[in-house]
């Protein structure tokens, strides 16, 4: 199985709140970054969370945010930037025009 995404990809984080346990902070979906890296394949914590066996593997992605696009009227430095480990299943793809 290979990586879906390369650094430098950009990416939108999926939005949803499905039942039980999941690792995606609720701030952060429906936005936009870039991949920063590809940490590897891990066993799925949210499937671990509910008993299973976290299986089939997940790809862990390091996702670079602009902080004044992730939260409202943020009023510190335009370079800020938020990093984030994102699992594969969370990703979707941006067109790049």
């Not at 920063?36 to 949210?46: C, D, L, Y």
């Not at 089939?56 to 409202?72: A, G, I, K, M, S």
Request: glycine letters at 10%.
């Amino acid at each position: 199985m290979e990586a879906r995404f390369n650094a430098g990809d950009r990416v939108r984080i999926r939005v949803d709140y499905p039942a039980g346990h999941f690792r995606t902070p609720g701030y952060i979906q429906g936005k936009t970054g870039t991949v920063a890296g590809v940490h590897g394949t891990f066993r799925n914590p949210e499937s671990l969370a509910k008993g299973g066996d976290g299986l089939p593997r997940q790809y862990l992605y390091l996702v670079r945010f602009d902080q004044t696009h992730v939260w409202e009227n943020y009023n510190a430095s335009p370079q800020d930037k938020l990093l984030i480990d994102i699992y594969e299943h969370w990703l979707e793809p941006v067109c790049q025009s």
